[in-house]
């Protein structure tokens, strides 16, 4: 989510030439296949940073701001909020599905 965070807010929305986190253009999924548990901490701390980021990058604009997609579409900042909810939604899906296969426990 650090690297969502950055891509959609700083690098889309506002154009920061930012670097990118964790993958590589020879390595797209690196963020999913070099994981390590021993960086979880750092990890956790990189993504509080990019939210803090995210929310000054989005300061004082307007949500019917607009600007474009990579594939040329326009998108509101109204649109990028609606689409980070679904980002963390399907996020945190993902983690309940893991710890329910760890630990068994079952919402109702």
């Known amino acids: 989510m650090s690297k969502v965070e950055r891509v959609w807010f700083r690098q889309r929305l506002r154009g920061e030439p930012v670097d990118r986190l964790y993958s ?4 797209p999924d690196a963020d999913f296949t070099d994981g390590d548990p021993a960086g979880a901490q750092a990890d956790y701390a ?3 940073a990019e939210q803090e980021a995210a929310r000054r990058a989005a300061a004082g604009v307007p949500l019917d701001t607009t600007f474009r997609h990579p594939d040329g579409t326009g998108i509101s900042l109204r649109y990028l909020y609606a689409h980070m909810i679904g980002e963390y939604a399907r996020h945190n899906g993902h983690a309940d599905l893991i710890r329910q296969c760890l630990d068994g426990t079952t919402g109702y």
């Open 24 to 27: 590589t253009v020879e390595r």
């Open 46 to 48: 990189t993504l509080l």
